[in-house]
């Protein structure tokens, strides 16, 4: 016969069993919880690996894109962004799926007055750990899909509503490329001269009226942008007249400058004048001062097995030196010093 006592001594075993279990089936649900979530975070960082290398292959340099807090995502970039134009070298941005590389370095999104790394400087974003972010430009600002740096975007923005203000549309018809897509540019232009019969260094420097070495475009930086057309006729109409006064007027107040100007303003040495492309001093001329102490012509050398990672060779990269890409291309710009930070 049971006692009472013992009854509920029966009692509380049977419910420390039941307690027993529960807390081994919580346990394994826990532990089942947290193996899928490990799961889950290795096979991210699996698939943005992949990704990193896959962007790094084809060139097509958007790892930079959204390390600011990651704004930007896969197919987002369509629908925020300008439309792809079939352009210069394919599209810059969409396509690849990169959301952040690396992470620890990449959290300010612009780095204004920060030091930056020889490949910030040279287009190669994918190697650099400068931390600076690139964000798409609104479809209602430009032409195309294009990234910038997120304060050049802001100040333009100003600058647009400013002058729409006065009657002037700008519109943002090239923002950042990489070393890649300006090699890109480059090399269509070389092989089509070498097919009429110009080459080495008349080549080169019949390109460099207008474009860029890879590695030595300002384009690079996500700071400057060309406004409205590419054509030095366009600016000699009523209407490019119009708008390049007004820009000639008013950009400094915005951070622009006119850094290709007309070689009678201050500068004596390289490209063609651009009254297209203006520059977000308040970065740039950082970047250029950086660009002249950190980039040497050991740089557009032949690679070896130390440093052929940061080596840039392409047609016609062996005439960098002869062209003095460095002090009369890279260096031949104006800078007014009238802009400020808006
Ligand atoms: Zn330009």
């Given at each position: 016969?049971?006692?009472?006592?013992?009854?509920?001594?029966?009692?509380?075993?049977?419910?420390?069993?039941?307690?027993?279990?529960?807390?081994?089936?919580?346990?394994?649900?826990?532990?089942?919880?947290?193996?899928?979530?490990?799961?889950?975070?290795?096979?991210?960082?699996?698939?943005?690996?992949?990704?990193?290398?896959?962007?790094?292959?084809?060139?097509?340099?958007?790892?930079?894109a959204?390390?600011?807090?990651?704004a930007v995502?896969?197919?987002v970039t369509a629908q925020v962004g300008c439309e792809a134009?079939?352009?210069?070298?394919?599209?810059?941005v969409g396509?690849?799926?990169?959301?952040?590389?690396?992470?620890?370095?990449?959290?300010?999104?612009?780095?204004?007055?920060?030091?930056?790394?020889?490949?910030?400087?040279?287009?190669?974003?994918?190697?650099?750990?400068?931390?600076?972010?690139f964000t798409t430009v609104p479809v209602e600002f430009c032409s195309k899909a294009m990234e910038l740096q997120p304060e050049v975007i802001e100040a333009f923005g100003k600058m647009r509503t400013?002058?729409a203000?006065?009657?002037?549309a700008l519109t943002i018809i090239?923002g950042r490329?990489?070393?890649?897509?300006?090699?890109?540019?480059?090399?269509?232009?070389?092989?089509?001269?070498?097919?009429?019969?110009?080459?080495?260094?008349?080549?080169?420097?019949?390109?460099?009226?207008?474009?860029?070495?890879?590695?030595?475009?300002?384009?690079?930086?996500g700071?400057?942008i060309?406004?409205?057309?590419?054509?030095?006729?366009?600016?000699?109409?009523?209407?490019?007249?119009?708008?390049?006064?007004?820009?000639?007027?008013?950009?400094?107040?915005?951070?622009?400058?006119?850094?290709?100007?007309?070689?009678?303003?201050?500068?004596?040495?390289?490209?063609?004048?651009?009254?297209?492309?203006?520059?977000?001093?308040?970065?740039?001329?950082?970047?250029?001062?950086?660009?002249?102490?950190?980039?040497?012509?050991?740089?557009?050398?032949?690679?070896?097995?130390?440093?052929?990672?940061?080596?840039?060779?392409?047609?016609?990269?062996?005439?960098?030196?002869?062209?003095?890409?460095?002090?009369?291309?890279?260096?031949?710009?104006?800078?007014?010093?009238?802009?400020?930070?808006?």
């Amino acid at each position: 016969m049971q006692t009472k006592g013992s009854m509920d001594a029966e009692g509380k075993r049977s419910n420390t069993y039941i307690f027993r279990a529960l807390y081994w089936v919580l346990g394994l649900i826990l532990m089942v919880g947290m193996g899928g979530v490990w799961v889950i975070l290795s096979s991210n960082r699996g698939h943005h690996g992949r990704n990193n290398t896959e962007v790094t292959r084809s060139g097509y340099d958007v790892v930079g894109a959204v390390r600011d807090g990651g704004a930007v995502q896969d197919g987002v970039t369509a629908q925020v962004g300008c439309e792809a134009e079939s352009g210069y070298g394919g599209s810059a941005v969409g396509g690849a799926s990169v959301k952040s590389q690396g992470g620890s370095a990449m959290r300010n999104g612009g780095a204004a007055q920060g030091e930056v790394d020889i490949y910030f400087l040279t287009g190669r974003n994918s190697k650099s750990s400068s931390g600076v972010g690139f964000t798409t430009v609104p479809v209602e600002f430009c032409s195309k899909a294009m990234e910038l740096q997120p304060e050049v975007i802001e100040a333009f923005g100003k600058m647009r509503t400013a002058a729409a203000g006065a009657g002037i549309a700008l519109t943002i018809i090239s923002g950042r490329r990489n070393y890649e897509q300006q090699k890109v540019i480059w090399v269509n232009k070389w092989n089509k001269l070498q097919s009429r019969g110009i080459h080495g260094v008349d080549a080169v420097e019949h390109i460099l009226r207008y474009s860029s070495m890879p590695g030595s475009s300002r384009h690079h930086w996500g700071t400057d942008i060309d406004i409205n057309s590419l054509e030095p006729a366009y600016f000699t109409t009523a209407k490019g007249a119009k708008e390049l006064a007004w820009l000639r007027a008013n950009a400094h107040n915005y951070g622009f400058a006119e850094v290709y100007s007309p070689r009678t303003t201050g500068r004596s040495t390289g490209y063609q004048p651009e009254p297209w492309h203006w520059s977000y001093m308040p970065l740039a001329s950082s970047y250029l001062t950086q660009y002249k102490q950190k980039i040497g012509y050991t740089l557009f050398g032949i690679p070896d097995s130390k440093n052929s990672d940061s080596v840039m060779v392409f047609s016609g990269s062996q005439f960098a030196k002869t062209v003095k890409i460095i002090e009369n291309y890279v260096g031949g710009v104006n800078d007014p010093g009238t802009w400020k930070k808006p």
